[in-house]
């Protein structure tokens, strides 16, 4: 049981409001935030980079594959 400031026993609260009450684990700052974003960024460039520069295969090693 949890006891309250005034040392009365309280119901513990349910689940669905932990998320209200329980501190955040990370501040982030507005430079995190650009360093996530920036690196996140690059990550999406890569894939459209090589997604472009891709050919497709003559033969394939997957069963029923054109």
Not at 11 to 29: E, Y
Not at 48 to 62: E, N
Request: proline share 11%; net charge positive.
């Amino acid at each position: 049981m949890i006891v309250n400031s005034i040392g009365h026993f309280a119901a513990p609260p349910s689940p669905a409001l932990l998320a209200f009450v329980i501190a955040p684990l990370a501040h982030l700052r507005p430079l995190d935030i650009a360093v996530i974003a920036i690196y996140f960024g690059i990550v999406i460039w890569i894939g459209f980079y090589l997604k472009g520069r891709s050919t497709p295969a003559k033969s394939s090693s997957w069963p029923g594959a054109r």
